[in-house]
């Protein structure tokens, strides 16, 4: 489930990712963005980051490690608190990837400005449980998967696919 405290858990390895980068940002943006399905993940991990062991002083370290103290002694004073669940109204519908068209231009159809791939994927609409969602994981097509005019394209299909026309609102109910 999404919690506070898989929202915390999050948070808390983007900060240390960054305090372990040690290219330019830009660089990153480019590895992981536009040259995801390019690269060989781990080597460039291992040329993009320190290793969680020997993460060099920064400010920004110092600044980390006074927040983490921070949230320590916070976590410290709250431990006989429940444990807050978030959960989202109504159903939940996930658009799950069920196809990724491989072609030899793959590569290519990479947005110059932005990074972003225009490679023809199929999604599949599922029913999912609160239950279903209990970490946030972080994949390297995450930006693609969550681009607006993507999930707007794929909510689009699905609702023609059940029938449902622009604007898409279910007809009023019968009554007999």
């Not at 793959?106 to 932005?114: G, I």
């Not at 999930?151 to 609102?169: D, I, K, N, Q, T």
């Amino acid at each position: 489930r999404v919690s506070l405290q898989a929202m915390e858990n999050l948070r808390d390895e983007v900060l240390e990712l960054i305090a372990r980068i040690k290219v330019p940002k830009y660089v990153v943006y480019k590895n992981y963005i536009r040259d995801a399905y390019t690269q060989d993940l781990v080597e460039s991990n291992n040329e993009m980051l320190h290793p969680h062991d020997s993460i060099p002083d920064s400010q920004f370290l110092r600044q980390l490690h006074e927040f983490n103290d921070m949230k320590n002694t916070q976590r410290e004073i709250a431990m006989d608190r429940p444990d807050v669940v978030l959960y989202p109204g109504g159903k939940i519908v996930h658009i799950v990837k069920t196809f990724e068209h491989e072609n030899q231009w793959k590569h290519a159809l990479y947005c110059v400005s932005c990074g972003y791939s225009n490679t023809e994927c199929k999604y599949t609409p599922r029913w999912a449980q609160y239950c279903d969602f209990g970490e946030i994981d972080v994949s390297t097509t995450m930006m693609d998967d969550h681009v607006p005019v993507h999930v707007c394209r794929e909510l689009e299909r699905c609702a023609l696919s059940f029938g449902l026309e622009p604007p898409y609102f279910l007809p009023p109910a019968q009554t007999s």
